[in-house]
């Protein structure tokens, strides 16, 4: 009944820049808490980046100071400026959302993930 969609992956040079998109659709009251993964292969997923409904932000000091997290709440959208990319950072990408349906019940709800390759 929710879908989070992703876009804006790609590949790009080390010193690059991308920006990555997560839009939530469906049937449901609110999204909540929306964060960013990234996953490796042969590696556990990590968290990257992680923004309340208010605004409050959590990042891994791994991409402190160069991604900043946002959302649009009128557009139930999230986004993930990444900016001075370099080869550590290449990993698929998951959007992850709380997202309270009608009921308010909650659930946790996955993007189907987007690859990000830096590399010259």
């Known amino acids: 009944q929710v879908q989070l969609v992703e876009s804006g992956g790609g590949l790009v040079q080390p010193g690059g820049s991308l920006r990555l998109s997560c839009a939530a659709s469906?049937?449901?009251?609110?999204?909540?808490?929306m964060g960013w993964y990234r996953q490796v292969p042969g590696k556990q997923r990590e968290l990257v980046a992680r923004?309340?409904?208010?605004?409050?932000?959590n990042y891994a000091d791994s991409v402190k100071g160069r991604f900043t997290i946002s959302r649009d709440n009128a557009k139930n959208t999230g986004y993930l400026q990444m900016n001075n990319l370099a080869p550590e950072d290449t990993a698929v990408y998951y959007c992850n959302a709380e997202v309270a349906s009608m009921e308010f019940r909650r659930y946790y709800y996955w993007g189907q993930g987007t690859q990000v390759t830096v590399s010259s």
């Open positions: 923004i309340t409904t208010d605004g409050s932000t």
């Open positions: 469906g049937r449901f009251s609110s999204v909540n808490v």
